[in-house]
């Protein structure tokens, strides 16, 4: 009886989400982060997704980090450049909120590039779940 | 802001990516909000020994 009920359960926790929910809950997660989880009514995800990617993101410019750019030849930077490009939004005000340019020759630049590249990893990840959420997978 | 940021430690830059890192971490893989505030503190407190130890292991190889 008991297993039925968590059959039910889980069955209608399916049923409730959709492809299209999903979707668009990934790519509004994506662009904003914490975007797609408001969405879908996560309210306390939302906000500690946004605060803590957009604050690593924001410390990893303010500690001018560099920003990696798609047409690199170099493998590794490409690497770079798809990660920095999950922070979203952020990849693209990039360099309007790091008005003095990045400066990698010291540790904190250095540093900056990391923090920014695991903004944009924590944010996929992040996308990844509003994208689980919104199909229904995933309470 | 650059200001603030440009000028941490190397222990400040740890212990603000390990502070972020671990709540994200807690959030996408817990569910209740005590399981949640334990996994935080372990993976916070994991990131900063870790780190330190590591630090530690490679100052001969510096000198």
């Known amino acids: 009886m008991r297993t039925m009920d968590v059959n039910e359960a889980v069955n209608q926790e399916r049923s409730t989400g959709s492809s299209a929910l999903g979707i668009g809950a990934a790519v509004a997660g994506w662009a904003i982060p914490g975007l797609g989880h408001l969405l879908l009514r996560q309210w306390g995800k939302a906000l500690v ?3 803590c ?18 047409n690199s030849p170099d493998m ?4 770079g450049f798809f990660a920095d490009l999950g922070t979203g939004g952020f990849y693209f005000l990039a360099h309007t909120l790091q008005s003095a340019g990045p400066d990698v020759a010291h540790a904190s630049g250095d540093y900056g590039t990391r923090m920014f590249a695991t903004a944009g990893m924590l944010n996929l990840l992040t996308v990844l779940e509003a994208y689980e959420i919104g199909r229904g997978r995933r309470a | 802001m650059n200001a603030l940021f440009s000028g941490l430690t190397h222990f400040q830059a740890l212990a603000l ?3 972020v890192v671990s709540a994200t971490f807690a959030f996408l893989s ?3 909000a005590v399981e949640r505030a334990k996994y ?3 993976a916070f407190l994991a990131f900063l020994l870790v780190a330190i130890g590591i630090g ?3 100052y001969p190889f510096s000198q």
């Open chain 1, 49 to 51: 997704y946004f605060l």
């Open chain 2, 40 to 42: 935080f503190a372990w």
């Open chain 2, 56 to 58: 530690w292991l490679m």
């Open chain 1, 76 to 79: 590794f930077d490409r690497l």
């Open chain 2, 30 to 32: 817990k569910r209740e």
């Open chain 2, 17 to 19: 990516f390990s502070l």
């Open chain 1, 53 to 70: 990617v957009g604050g690593l993101a924001c410390a990893g410019l303010a500690m001018r980090g560099g920003v990696f750019g798609g």
